[in-house]
């Protein structure tokens, strides 16, 4: 969009955060991604229109409070439209001043490989305790693979190789995780729990979504089984 960015990584220099932002060139304005334990004093500190993403759910990563409810930002954006109402409610902002901003990714790096599909069923991301269970269950129906810290070019290639990938949430809220982006960015059939609201994907379209447990093992088996419309449903998901 025309706008040059000056990116500090605050956790990595979170001790001399203050030094590092007084290096970086002027700039215009300020925006705030994720924001754990940023120092609040700073944000007083900075003269300049101050923006917020709560890249993270409201209802599971509590540490966002102190900056959602502190008062210092033009505009704050969040993850869903829960999030959104969650903040309202609390009295926190007014509803004029957040929007949700969903992820996304970047077709420089998720996109489709031409590699065989040799891996049933991939599961990729933190293993949580909800994720475990669930992924323990599974694994008794089908074979399994899961991959836990793998990224970038690594993760591009699991991905490509898998026939079905899960999105399995952490914890029992509704959400479209960026692994959701990822996923049919690289041209990948997504199984999916049922996603938060303001997803813009379209169910039995773009990807399956699933109402429990026992209904994705159901659609794993369904769709092991029948390659045309798995591939023709990740299509679709990489065309949206």
């Known amino acids: 969009i025309g706008v040059e960015t000056s990116c500090v990584d605050y956790r990595k220099y979170r001790k001399e955060i203050v030094e590092r932002i007084l290096q970086t060139p002027t700039f215009d304005y300020l925006f705030l991604q994720r924001g ?3 120092p ?3 944000l007083r500190a900075v003269r300049r229109p101050k923006f917020f993403w709560a890249s993270e759910l409201v209802s599971r990563n509590r540490d966002q409070d ?9 505009h704050t954006f969040v993850h869903t439209n829960a999030c959104k109402e969650t903040v309202v ?3 926190w902002l007014q509803e004029s001043q ?4 969903l992820n996304g990714f970047d077709p420089k790096i998720h996109h489709p490989l031409s590699i065989e599909k040799d891996i049933d069923v991939l599961f990729i991301g933190n293993m949580l305790k909800r994720r475990k269970e669930w992924t323990d269950e599974i694994r008794k129906n089908c074979s399994l693979h899961t991959a836990v810290g793998i990224y970038g070019d690594e ?3 699991l991905i490509n190789r898998a026939k079905i990938v899960l999105n399995i949430h ?3 809220f509704p959400d479209t995780e960026t692994r959701v982006f990822e996923v049919l960015g690289c041209r990948s059939f997504l199984l999916t729990e049922k996603l ?3 997803n813009p994907f379209t169910d039995r379209k773009h990807l399956i979504e699933c109402v429990d447990l026992e209904d994705m093992i159901r659609q794993i088996q369904y769709y092991l089984e029948h390659d045309a419309e798995r591939e023709q449903i990740a299509e679709q998901g990489y065309i949206e």
């Open 36 to 38: 754990d334990y940023f």
């Open 40 to 42: 609040i004093e700073l």
């Open 66 to 74: 102190r900056l959602l409810s502190c008062g210092l930002f033009d």
């Open 89 to 91: 409610r609390n009295g």
């Open 98 to 101: 957040i929007t949700v901003l």
């Open 155 to 157: 993760m591009v290639k």
């Open 170 to 172: 952490s914890e029992e």
């Open 196 to 198: 938060s609201v303001e």
